[in-house]
């Protein structure tokens, strides 16, 4: 038995804000009260300090089996504790793709040694393995991911027969990249001919267009809305494509919802002649117009989630030609404090923050007692400071690449206390190591 007892934190759950002890026992949220007077095996001191329900990212790419020189599920997941994140369901583009469920399996044998954080993984879909997706099992795995555009990785699903069975036949939750490939190739070859093989990467989001995203969006819902598919599009990048999403509908009664990722609320095309390839993503960071309508997507309910899409390479890979760098960058430490810093500059709410990073999630994919601060539930939570400021530089940067887009810039609000599934993993800038992490599992 052990417990850790929270004084007065002011507790940010549920679209509310109040000050309160929280108690926790056997890694469960047992009381939630103004005042708790019992002796725990840990106690903290929260006066100040704003405790939040840890995030839950539903995009990572930590890279293992086969990419382990960019990022492992350990490095990875030390990163995540350390920025809020308590977890995280990793994609399937690793080395070999994720098609089979042993493969499947294998992974989750992996994080059940190593990992910091509670975890689940998505099943991967090709044009030739929906036998394999078919036999996945909905309570213990978070979705099925399909790449209706390629990415890093090369799992494009692009026969239509495939895409129609797939949506068709899913059991669970089909979360889709959606960028149209046809289009992303005439445009690259177009650019070809302009600069050879010199493209800027201020091309980027006009190589990989509004255009492309949204071909491929507004055929993902309407094959939904034919199959009465549960779709989940992540990564938003675009103002038009907000406007194929509903806020009139409570979320647990969704059938298509979107997810908007940090870096798309935070960069523009702007920062391209800054920061050059470590903004590179896919979908492309676009324009001031783009980012402000995705946050406005975001306070207006027709974006559910916020989550990262931490996709981790080299600073050695990173740093070659616009047409040889590969796209993605490391995200799950910054991401809370990124969030925050929007509200220092009131953009967004702390209880929107927790909404669309922690509630939202766990309601989104049916993940069973995480998401919330509520007394029955894992204790998975987070204490902020949010007059802390700190600057991100290389020798506090955890991911295994060692950098980060967010070098340089100087956060308001520090992480102090990460708890995980009832657990001090992170506790004022020191990991606290052991595979503290579970598999999620779900309401389904």
């Known amino acids: 038995m052990s417990t850790i007892l ?34 725990a095996d840990q106690e903290i001191n929260a006066e100040g300090l704003y405790l939040f329900p840890g995030c ?4 990572v790419h930590f890279r293992e089996p086969g990419l382990t020189h960019k990022a492992n599920i350990y490095t990875e997941s030390r990163a995540a504790v350390a920025g809020g994140i308590t977890s995280f369901m990793e994609m399937p583009n690793t080395v070999p793709n994720t098609l089979t469920q042993q493969l499947l399996e294998d992974k989750y044998q992996i994080a059940a040694q190593t990992s910091l954080a509670n975890y689940s993984f998505f099943m991967g879909a090709s044009n030739d393995n929906l036998d394999e997706v078919l036999k996945t099992d909905i309570k213990n795995v978070c979705g099925i991911k399909v790449f209706m555009g390629s ?12 895409l129609e069975n797939i949506f068709a036949h899913s059991p669970m939750l089909v979360a889709t ?59 938003i990048s675009t103002e038009k494509e907000t406007h194929l ?43 001031e117009h783009d980012r402000d309508g995705i946050l406005k997507a975001v306070l207006d309910g027709r974006i559910d989630v916020i989550a990262t899409d931490h996709a981790p390479h080299t600073l050695e890979e ?15 430490q910054h991401a809370l404090p990124a ?25 989104c994919f049916q993940i069973e007692k995480r998401g919330f601060i509520r007394e029955g ?65 779900f309401n389904r």
Request: proline share 3%; net charge neutral; glycine share 4%.
């Open 377 to 441: 539930y894992w204790a998975d939570l987070v204490l902020v400071d949010l007059k802390s400021p700190w600057k991100v530089s290389t020798e506090n940067i955890l991911y295994k690449c060692k950098w980060s887009p967010f070098e340089g810039t100087t956060f308001q609000s520090k992480i102090a206390y990460t708890i995980v599934s009832g657990r001090i993993a992170w506790n004022n800038g020191n990991l606290i190591e052991g595979n503290t992490g579970r598999r999620l599992s």
């Open 245 to 287: 999403f509903d806020n009139t509908i409570a979320l647990k009664d969704k059938k298509i919802t979107a997810e908007a990722c940090v870096h798309h609320l935070w960069f523009t095309d702007k920062d391209y002649e800054t920061k050059g390839n470590l903004i590179k993503w896919n979908p492309a960071v676009k324009t």
């Open 6 to 39: 929270i004084k007065s934190a002011t507790v940010v759950n549920e679209h509310k804000q109040f000050i309160a002890d929280v108690l926790v026992k056997n890694g469960i949220i047992e009381l939630i009260d103004q005042h708790i007077n019992v002796q």
């Open 56 to 59: 839950i990212d539903d995009q």
């Open 177 to 235: 990249h959606c960028e149209d490939e046809a289009t992303i190739k005439n445009n690259l070859e177009h650019y070809k001919q302009l600069y050879g093989e010199d493209i800027p990467v201020t091309m980027h989001p006009i190589i990989r267009s509004e255009e492309a995203c949204y071909l491929s969006s507004s055929m993902a819902v309407e094959l939904a809305k034919k199959h009465g598919t549960r779709l989940h599009i992540l990564h």
């Open 151 to 162: 990415s890093t990785g090369n799992m494009l699903v692009d026969n239509p027969n495939t």
């Open 339 to 363: 969030m925050l810093e929007l509200h220092h500059q009131s953009k967004i709410s702390l209880e929107q923050i927790a909404e669309k990073m922690a509630h939202n999630v766990a309601t």
């Open 318 to 332: 990173k740093s070659q030609s616009y047409l040889k760098a590969p796209s993605g960058g490391p995200l799950v």
